[in-house]
Every structure is written in C-alpha cells, then in structure tokens.
C-alpha cells in the first residue's frame, strides 16, 4: 500500500509517517523542508519525499503524485504563531483538500481511493444534529470571524460532505476529530466517538497526537476500521478524558 501525506513536517503528521512506515508501506510526503523529521524517516527505503508547498504544486503533478496511492491524508493546519493565525492562506487546508480531491478524480481511479482529513472537535458534523450549547455556538460564531484557521478547518470538512459525499465513485472519506492535542510518547488507550462526548470550548478532553497517527493508520490499513467510519467524522479521546 501507498500513501501520499500533507503536513507530514507536523507534529501528528511526522508521526503517522512513522508509524505507516513501521507497517511496511510505502509512504509519499509533500513538505515543504525536511529539517523537521527525524534522520531515521528521512533516510527510510519507503519514503519518497517530495519538497514542494502544496498550493504551488500544478494540477498535473499534483494528479501525478496521487497516482498509485491507495490513501490520501491531510494533517495540514497553521501554525500558532501570529503569522499563521492571521496571515495567508486563509484557505491552506480547504484548498488543499479540494485539489487532492480533484487529483484523484482526474486518475479516473479503478476503486475509490481513501481520503482522511485531521480536522478537530471545534468543528460540527453537519451531517448529523450534534447539538451544543448556546454559549458555544456564540463562541463557534466569533471564532468563525475572528480566527481564519477555524473557518478554514470547517470548509475543508464541508467539501468532503457536500461536494464529495457518500457516493463519489473514485472518493472515500473521514475527517478524524481529535480534541485538546497532546505530545505523549507513547500510543495509549483511546475511545473513538461519532460525536463530541463534552464541549470543545467549556470542557474540552485531550488527545494524544500519537493516538491520532495510531487511528489514521489503522483507517488506512483496516478494512473493518474503514467501513465503521467512511463518510463520518469520528472523535477521538484519549481514554482517561472520553
């Protein structure tokens, strides 16, 4: 198997890398600069990099490098800095998303080619009637208006709901929503929900970005995990704050 990876110099990105790697697959990435990951990923016989930002990459080689890739993941997000809250581009991880999409489409793939997406518990699954609080739709509201990433993350979901769907014949899809994120070392027990079980903003859980790398894997290379949770967005929590 074959996977192509955005964001893979990010903190769960570099560590889905890792653990599609220790699987024995073959793993593509799309980064910017390499500095960030580990010598022992740069210089693994399955890795085939290639340095590029995202948006800058033309459509034909973006449908290039999606050929043969039996999973597309996105753990693309902007940095907390000041620059990345409020600088450009507005729309990384929605646009990203939508040219993936369009690049497995123009392979006119055999089957459909598995597309996950690392949004987060602060986004609502419109597809079902996930109810929350008034206070916290209020939040939500300012959040929309005032911090682009969060917009962004909704939009990018949205398009595999609205514009993807449940009946794409060469897409499949899940947008994995992990709560307040962690940096454990080690993957420990986790509980998988198809909604929130506690409010993102009044009182969010945790999750460990490695538990996010270990689930994603196993969506990527479980064919049961996949079928539970394709066309959903599962949440995940790690065990102690589910």
Known sequence: MTTL?????GATGRLLVEELLNRGQTVKIVVRSLDSLPKAIKTHANLV???????????AEM?????GCHAVVSCLGHNL???????????LVADATRRLCDAIR??????????????????????????????QKCVIG??????????DNEKAA??????????????EWAAVRPDGLTDDTEVSEYKIHTS???????????TSRINVAHFMAKLISADITWGKWQGKMPVIYNAASA
């Open 5 to 9: 990876i955005v964001g893979a110099s």
């Open 49 to 59: 990099v290639i340095e590029a930002s995202i948006l800058d990459i033309s459509d």
């Open 63 to 67: 449908a290039r490098h999606v050929r």
């Open 81 to 91: 800095t000041f620059r990345g809250l409020f600088g450009g581009p507005h729309r």
């Open 106 to 135: 123009a392979n006119e793939p055999a089957g459909p080619i598995k597309f996950i997406l690392m949004n987060t518990t602060g986004n609502s699954n419109r597809d079902l009637n996930e109810r929350i609080s008034l206070a």
């Open 142 to 151: 300012l959040l929309r208006v005032l911090l682009p990433p969060h917009l």
């Open 158 to 171: 949205d398009y595999l709901r609205i514009n993807v769907g449940q009946n794409d014949p060469a897409i």
């Open 196 to 206: 929130p079980t506690r409010s993102a903003i009044f009182d969010a859980g945790t």
